[in-house]
RNA sequence: CGGGGCGUGGUGUAAUGGUAGCACGAAUGCUUUGGGAGCAUUUAGCCCGAGUUCGAAUCUCGGCGCCCCGACCA
């Protein structure tokens, strides 16, 4: 991609109101753009980072047997009704609609009552069990107070799986297996996590669980033993900080925290509610045993900024950046601008000729087929040294390369990573090799 | 929903009752080019409504919006 064309510029200044470091970041980078509080357009950086995160889910999520689908936002109210739903709890926080008088729908928060009726069509035996569905979807609610950016919002991105199991010992084995999962994905996404003891929330007498991580812009506070033997959340920790950890004996820690994802054994609740019952080995109608996983995709990105970032701006783990390589061009002479070109041609095997459009990204591709490496190019002309690293350091891609009269001098570019200090020259001809 | 803070060009800000100004951005031209460059010209603004006043960005009331704290958060 060449920045000279890509539909988002970066802004000096930080909006004024934004006080999370998400928000301030993102904004600056043009990732995001703010339409009202807790609910933002993703703009092309900001969409490659959210694909980029939706597919590390989905890949995780086919590996663990997961089935993709995709539910309707617009929710009838008399599944609510059944579970209660409409009034207490999640419907609450629901946005609800009215069609004509008397006819309401809800926007979805959640889909549990959705996805259990359709379970209870389909599923009439224990040779259709065990199932697990999950969708990647808008989600809606109605937040009291949205805040933090992309942490808290009205309107966010959500992973929402679903596991149907025929005995209760199926069900315990899948829930560990999710729970590999999301240790997974959350690592893959450059998240260190703390698996979080929570409130039952009315699904469960014990707990449910969080994957929290550990930062100062979360809204959580979580009670832990740093070997990771132990932690609660503190709303409901019967320990505190400097307590002993049970296992371990070492003194608890206490700290601020992102709930990145959460997972909920939900027993028969839904199931009795939808009347979902199969026929087991034995003749006899038995109600399904559900589980339900979350992750939220939009937050995790805030999370991300949240953790990973220096006072120049963000610092994308390799996975998930929107780009792999930043490559930018000073001095506008014909010389290095025939080099840069040639190298963004070269990395970039597929990489578009100069067009009156962006384009898509190399993450995209064209035509199906994607990059030999994902190159956001900054050849613009009009800008000065000291403002392409600026912009490189606020959007945060991995790996930096820089073609100038200098590095051209010695037939190299030079090659810093975002992470490191480090500066190194390396030969145009070994780039490639480098690189990969 | 309670408490606090705040609404001035696209962004950041100044003017506190008397001509809305500055910087960045954007546009044109020239000069520049290793950390947000220079000169010239141009562009664009007082959240909405009511009130007080000769006169309101400024004071009062109401509304709307944003941020923060709390309550809430499957």
């Given at each position: 991609m060449r920045q000279s064309q890509l539909f988002t510029k970066t802004q000096k200044e930080t909006p004024r109101d934004e006080k999370s470091v998400n928000a301030k970041l993102l904004l600056r980078g043009g990732f995001i753009h703010k339409e009202m509080a807790g609910v933002y357009t993703f703009l092309p950086l900001g969409f490659l980072v959210l694909r980029k995160i939706e597919n590390i889910i989905r890949e995780e999520m086919n590996r663990i047997g997961g089935q993709e689908i995709l539910m309707p936002v617009l929710q009838p109210k008399y599944l609510w009704q059944k579970t209660g739903r409409w009034k207490k709890g999640i419907g609450e926080v629901m946005y609800k609609t009215l069609d004509s008088p008397g006819k309401e729908f809800a926007l979805g928060p959640t889909h549990e009552e959705i996805l259990t009726n359709i379970i209870s069509k389909y599923v009439k035996s224990y040779l259709d069990l065990p199932l697990a569905i999950y969708q990647i979807q808008t989600k809606f609610r109605k937040e009291p107070r949205a805040r933090s950016g992309l942490l808290r919002g009205r309107e966010f991105g959500m992973k929402d799986l679903y596991s149907f199991h025929p005995t209760e010992q199926d069900f315990k084995n899948y829930y560990n297996l999710v729970k590999k999962s999301y240790f997974r994905i959350l690592k893959r996404c450059g998240l260190k996590t703390i698996f979080t003891e929570a409130s039952?929330?009315?699904?469960?007498?014990g707990f449910t669980h969080e994957f929290q991580v550990i930062s100062q812009g979360g809204e959580d506070t979580i009670v832990y033993c740093s070997s990771f033997h132990f932690s609660q959340n503190k709303e409901i920790s019967k320990s505190k900080k400097g307590d002993q950890c049970p296992v371990c004996k070492k003194i608890l820690k206490q700290s601020k925290s992102i709930e990145a994802g959460n997972i909920f054994p939900l027993g028969t609740k839904y199931s009795r509610a939808m009347r979902a019952f199969f026929i087991n080995k034995d003749g006899k109608k038995k109600l399904i045993i559900m589980g339900s996983y979350g992750i939220g995709i939009s937050r995790m990105m805030g999370a991300v900024v949240e953790v990973f970032h220096d006072e120049k701006g963000i610092i994308w783990p390799?996975?998930?950046?929107?780009?792999q390589i930043h490559l930018i061009e000073i001095e506008n002479t014909r010389e290095v601008k025939k080099a840069a070109e040639k190298l963004y041609q070269d990395l970039s095997s597929f990489a578009p000729r100069k067009r009156s459009y962006g384009g898509p990204t190399e993450a995209f591709g064209i035509g199906g087929q994607k990059a030999n490496f994902e190159v956001l190019y900054?050849?613009?002309?009009?800008?000065?040294a000291g403002e392409k690293f600026a912009d490189c350091d606020l959007i945060g891609i991995p790996t930096r390369l820089v073609v100038s009269e200098r590095t051209l001098a010695k037939n190299s570019v030079e090659i810093k990573k975002r992470r490191e200090k480090k500066i190194r020259l390396v030969k145009i001809n070994n780039i490639k090799q480098t690189l990969s």
């Open positions: 039952g929330a009315g699904f469960t007498e390799k996975e998930i950046a929107p780009f900054d050849d613009r002309i009009e800008k000065t």
